[in-house]
T-cell receptor
Framework: NAGVTQTPKFRVLKTGQSMTLLCAQD?????MYWYRQDPGMGLRLIHY???????AKGEVPDGYNVSRLKKQNFLLGLESAAPSQTSVYFC???????????FGQGTRLTVV | DAKTTQPPSMDCAEGRAANLPCNHS???????VYWYRQIHSQGPQYIIH???NNETNEMASLIITEDRKSSTLILPHATLRDTAVYYC??????FGAGTRLTVKP
């Protein structure tokens, strides 16, 4: 039981490049979330999903897209990376809206 | 905007109780209050949650006021390993800036 796994753990991108971050959970959770955390700041919700095939915008969705084609995976895409997207990205999942959430260990992304 | 308000930082002596407050005046009647903590730059870790009644588990206690507009997380005997950023949240999984708790020897 691996819990929540994020891939990759580190990445450096050039401005304008694209990439996809993968969040995988093996707990059969319905709800999944993507956050970004800038230095010294709290977590800001980017997008979330309440079930397979669904996605919704969070607090800071601009510049990101997401997909939830399979229940266990939640993908975060950057189509054209910008230096302002340099951050640590965290994924989380939980069984339902009232349950505790489990977080991944983060992806440290640097855009140069 | 974050709907929870927490002090940015607090200190606590090792072995003493740490009491971390959170104001959540906009919470609705069926929303739970959740507490998580983040040690260094690791992924946040769930601590405890509650609706109306006080809750206790092996990690902490949660005291929720009768009007539910605020709560207090209590670490009864803080250790150096409890140094972390503590976040309170609702069911919507949005977080504020949290409280940085430093436990000192």
């Amino acid at each position: 039981n691996a819990g929540v796994t994020q891939t990759p753990k580190f990445r450096v991108l050039k401005t304008g490049q694209s990439m996809t971050l993968l969040c995988a959970q093996d707990m059969n959770h319905e709800y999944m979330y993507w956050y970004r955390q800038d230095p010294g700041m709290g977590l800001r919700l980017i997008h979330y999903s309440v079930g397979e095939g669904t996605t919704a915008k969070g607090e800071v969705p601009d510049g990101y897209n997401v997909s939830r084609l399979k229940k266990q995976n939640f993908l975060l895409g950057l189509e054209s990376a910008a230096p302002s997207q340099t951050s640590v990205y965290f994924c989380a999942s939980r069984m339902d809206r009232g349950a505790e959430a489990f977080f991944g260990q983060g992806t440290r992304l640097t855009v140069v | 905007d974050a709907k929870t308000t927490q002090p940015p930082s607090m200190d606590c002596a090792e072995g003493r109780a740490a009491n971390l407050p959170c104001n959540h005046s906009t919470i609705s009647g069926n929303e739970y209050v959740y507490w998580y903590r983040q040690i260094h730059s690791q992924g946040p870790q769930y601590i405890i949650h509650g609706l109306k009644n006080n809750e206790t588990n092996e990690m902490a206690s949660l005291i929720i006021t009768e009007d539910r507009k605020s709560s207090t997380l209590i670490l009864p005997h803080a250790t150096l390993r409890d140094t972390a950023v503590y976040y309170c949240s609702y069911n919507d999984m949005r977080f504020g800036a949290g409280t940085r708790l430093t436990v000192k020897p």
